[in-house]
């Protein structure tokens, strides 16, 4: 069973890329045969502008050389691996291919000789991306839990996001950069689960030291501040935590510390606020237990819904492709069809009985 991994906590703030790395960034999106807005998506990402007027200006002082870009590509990258200055590498690094063993090697083991073939999908990618060794049981919960999230309704924001580009043909990248950057927020998927640990282990130091959990909770409500994993504004109580509860339970996850310790959090804000655990709250202490520290849950957790934003792209182009044919379909054979004038078929009755 793997331990809780509490590593360092990512920065919160944005530091602004260099113009030189944005500008980088946005040669190796076009090197890959990306088209001008997806470059344009690159350059922007990296310049971690917070205002509109910042991001507008730093991209006009780009514009002449994105510009040239966008005429003519970058095919000096096409044919070498993308380079890294200081500061952009690591030892023991994350990955690495090995021509010397015709292999790839991902946090020191190698992906064709230990792990294709001996690892599930879900257990590779927790290694990835939180260096964590998953039991059968807690990736097989792990992937029970990304079934459990899969709402795809076109009305949630980010998918309609992805509709509503998808539908007017937009390729497939267009669709992601859209959804993403409305899907990956902090009020919505993936951040709420990392908010939510991160607020579990402040409850945890709280209550190691003596303070009791309603103490605690009232001070942070009487500051004004929320509590993550709780509440779900436009649905209501959430429909997939009593299904994640009796997945954990299967897998003996049921009664973990960071679980027992968000329903008593949940016993004090029903009767202060008749708030409910939300399934960012359920999945964040799980996660929790398992081992996973919060940015890396955040992470893994991506890798859940980012589904339904591939599912949006992929209906609207089968419906539109539908649409199309069906309006070619109808087109021929009103071109097909007889026209006659009004009064045409008496006339021709008239000349016919002269």
Not at 288 to 304: K, N, T, V
Request: aromatic share 4%; with cysteine.
């Amino acid at each position: 069973m793997a331990s809780r991994k509490r590593g360092p906590r990512a920065p919160r703030s944005t530091r602004a890329v260099p113009l030189a790395g944005a500008l980088e960034n946005a040669r190796l999106a076009r090197a890959t045969g990306a088209a001008p807005p997806e470059m344009l998506a690159a350059a922007l990402a990296s310049l971690g502008e917070s205002t509109v007027a910042g991001a507008i200006a730093a991209l006009q002082r780009l514009r002449p050389a994105l510009e040239r870009l966008a005429a003519g590509g970058a095919p000096e990258l096409a044919r070498r691996p993308a380079r890294l200055e200081r500061g952009l590498t690591f030892e023991p690094e994350l990955a690495r291919v090995r021509p010397d063993l015709r292999d790839h090697e991902i946090r020191g083991r190698l992906l064709f000789g230990q792990l294709v073939g001996r690892r599930s999908f879900f257990q590779v990618a927790a290694w990835s991306i939180a260096g964590l060794e998953l039991s059968v049981r807690d990736a097989r919960l792990l992937e029970d839990l990304g079934v459990n999230t899969q709402l795809l309704d076109p009305h949630i924001w980010p998918l309609a996001v992805a509709r509503r580009i998808a539908v007017h043909g937009a390729p497939l990248a267009r669709s992601l950069v859209g959804g993403v950057a409305a899907l990956f927020t902090p009020g919505i998927t993936v951040e709420p689960v990392a908010a939510f640990m991160r607020f579990l282990d402040e409850m945890q130091r709280a209550v190691d030291a003596g303070r009791p959990i309603p103490e605690v909770i009232d001070a942070r409500l009487r500051r004004g501040q929320r509590v993550p994993g709780f509440g779900r504004p436009v649905l209501g109580p959430d429909e997939r935590v009593p299904h994640a509860l009796r997945l954990a339970r299967r897998q003996g996850r049921g009664s973990g510390e960071s679980l027992v310790l968000a329903r008593a959090v949940e016993r004090v804000l029903v009767d202060r606020k008749g708030l409910v655990l939300n399934s960012a709250g359920v999945q964040g202490a799980l996660m929790r237990d398992i081992g996973f520290s919060a940015d890396a849950a955040a992470a893994f957790c991506a890798l859940y819904f980012v589904v339904p934003l591939l599912a949006q792209h992929a209906f609207a182009v089968e419906r539109r492709a539908e649409r199309a044919t069906s309006t070619r379909s109808g087109t021929a054979a009103s071109r097909s069809t007889p026209r006659t004038r009004p009064g045409g078929s008496t006339a021709r009755r008239r000349r016919a009985a002269r």
